[in-house]
């Protein structure tokens, strides 16, 4: 059974850090990417990171230079570290897992999501 169990959200004041984690679990087919997701009330889901098995990085333009994605391709765990938040910021926020067969084709997988909360 594939899980994707997120934590590390919740209340922050603006100018905080918090630091997600996201945990995959059984996935059988190769892990290509892990990618980060938003989705702020009445608003459509945004990917906000992504990181490759490989290590190249993309990141939305309104977290340039305040988030940082990493992952352990041990621990098929992957990361965010939000620095310097702000209100606009706030969403719930979710994991996805991109995988390959080359017999099966890809897959994605999505967590549960957690919650990041921005206010003073």
């Known amino acids: 059974q594939v899980q994707l169990v997120e934590s590390g959200g919740g209340l922050v004041q603006p100018g905080g850090s918090l630091r997600l984690s996201c945990a995959a679990s059984g996935i059988v087919f190769s892990i290509n990417s892990m990618d980060w997701y938003r989705q702020a009330p009445g608003k459509k889901r945004e990917l906000v990171a992504g990181i490759t098995s490989g290590g190249m990085i993309n990141y939305a333009d309104s977290v340039k230079g305040r988030f940082t994605i990493s992952r352990d391709n041990a621990k098929n765990t992957m990361y965010l570290q939000m620095n310097s938040l702000k209100p606009e910021d706030t969403a719930v926020y979710y994991c996805?897992?991109?995988?390959?067969?080359?017999?099966?084709?890809?897959?994605?997988?999505w967590g549960q999501g957690t919650q990041v909360t921005v206010s003073s």
């Open positions: 996805k897992v991109y995988a390959y067969s080359s017999r099966w084709g890809g897959f994605d997988y």
